[in-house]
């Protein structure tokens, strides 16, 4: 059975191979030429692929160790900057907070008094 597989795929092989010949467009020495180009093509094209790929793995090595090296000195900058504000900004907290209640006395006075003045009866001229 073995045998008779073997001899099939030979015989298609060889009758592929001579159909093949007989019917391509260009002899033999164009379609090596042209495969010749092709094979070029592309190696060239592997090449500057590979090249791109090498340039590309620096360029993003080299941004991931500028980032090592900005990221904690932004942070710590950052951190400082939030502290200093915290610093000038409680003072000021503190001076507001004492003008919202020197306000709410006045409001809650002024209240007061207008309405004790509004309780009183009013006194006409005529009587």
Request: glycine share 6%.
């Amino acid at each position: 059975m073995l045998k008779n597989f073997l001899k099939g795929f030979v015989v298609g092989s060889v009758a592929g191979g001579v159909g093949t010949l007989l019917t391509v467009p260009r002899s033999g020495n164009e379609t090596r030429e042209k495969l010749a180009r092709e094979l070029e093509l592309a190696t060239e094209t592997t090449l500057e692929l590979n090249t791109r790929l090498t340039n590309f793995k620096n360029a993003l090595q080299t941004t991931q160790k500028t980032a090592q090296e900005l990221i904690p000195a932004f942070t710590s900058g950052l951190q400082q900057d939030i502290t200093e504000f915290k610093f000038q900004a409680q003072p000021r907290v503190a001076q507001i907070k004492d003008q919202v209640e020197t306000l709410t006395e006045h409001v809650d006075a002024f209240t007061n008094d207008t309405l004790s003045t509004t309780d009183m009866p009013i006194v006409s001229k005529e009587s």
